[in-house]
């Protein structure tokens, strides 16, 4: 098994490269360096026939951001590098994925994002509505340092298709030696009626009981599917932002947030839904969406 990063040749950020790095350090697999350079020529005899100088410079410029990318890694790191072209970016990366069979596909964020929060650009936001294997977004400017994974937070709902996601997450939790925590973020309306208030406390109280028992069913399939697997704790997290919701949660060095794709999207693929992009929006630290 591998662990993909994708870049382009006028990479801006090492911040995808940090996590792929830091990934790798806590699994032991190998890293593949993916420059890949954008071949939008919709016409091969034109390509061939105006463009070939042009070609012949985007592709060393690629050779020359891989050099770059490889010096930025740790030298015990095994580490594979190849610069592929084609028309979309996206489909080479998932294309790669699947020769190496890479356990994830790891990017950075968009550079108009805001600083330490994960931003989807026009390749990862493809990537996280059609891939089949995982994948890991660097927040913009990340830098992991010598810290490895130290523990997964996943993020629940509490549906049947979200307690399944025990059986995807415990092999990376195995493999990276983390500690897991289930958390549940949610966003709670106020009501402005006295009526509505004693409605929505009745279904918010059989909501509870909903997210207590699902964070209890998903805390035992860890522990089955891995009985070394220390589970740290479950929490439900309320707010009346999504901001806030996610800042109130004790973030530390070290920890990898865990989402799971959308229960409507297509089978074994990744397919971001709202509540996890919003989650996603506002994390803090790496995202790793996963494929139901």
């Known amino acids: 098994m591998t662990i993909v990063v994708g870049f382009g040749p006028d990479v801006q950020s090492n911040a995808g490269l940090n996590l792929a790095g830091q990934l790798a350090r806590s699994t032991g697999e190998q890293l593949v ?42 030298d015990d790191l095994d580490v594979d590098q190849v610069v592929r072209t084609g028309r979309s970016v996206p489909r080479v990366l998932l294309e790669e994925g699947k020769r190496r069979e890479a356990s994830l596909l790891v990017v950075g964020s968009s ?4 600083f330490g929060h994960v931003a989807l650009g026009s390749t990862s936001d493809r990537l996280v509505h059609s891939s089949h294997v995982p994948v890991a977004l660097a927040p913009r400017g990340y830098r992991a340092g010598d810290v490895p994974v130290k523990r997964i937070v ?33 966003v709670r309306a106020q009501s402005r009626s006295a009526m ?3 409605i929505d406390q009745g279904v918010y109280d059989a909501w509870r009981e909903q997210v207590e028992e699902a964070h209890r069913v998903v805390a035992a399939a860890f522990r089955s599917a891995n009985p070394s697997t220390v589970i740290t704790g479950t929490h439900l997290l ?55």
């Open 196 to 198: 509505g208030a004693r």
């Open 154 to 186: 996943l993020a629940l709902d509490p549906t049947r298709s979200d307690v399944s996601l025990a059986r995807t997450v415990a092999p990376l939790a195995a493999s990276v030696g983390a500690s897991v925590e289930a958390v549940t973020f949610a």
């Open 238 to 292: 309320e707010g009346e932002r999504w901001s806030a919701t996610l800042e109130s949660f004790g973030w530390e060095d070290g920890d990898l947030l865990v989402v799971g794709s959308s229960e409507h999207g297509p089978l074994a693929r990744v397919f971001l839904g709202s509540t996890a992009t919003r989650i996603l929006r506002h994390a803090p630290v790496p995202v790793v969406v996963v494929p139901r």
């Open 33 to 74: 360096l993916c420059c890949v350079v954008h071949d939008s020529w919709e016409s091969p005899t034109l390509a061939r026939g105006i463009d070939s100088d042009w070609r012949n410079h985007l592709e060393s410029l690629a050779g020359e951001a891989v050099q770059r990318a490889r010096a930025e890694l740790p």
């Open 111 to 114: 550079t108009d994002g805001a």
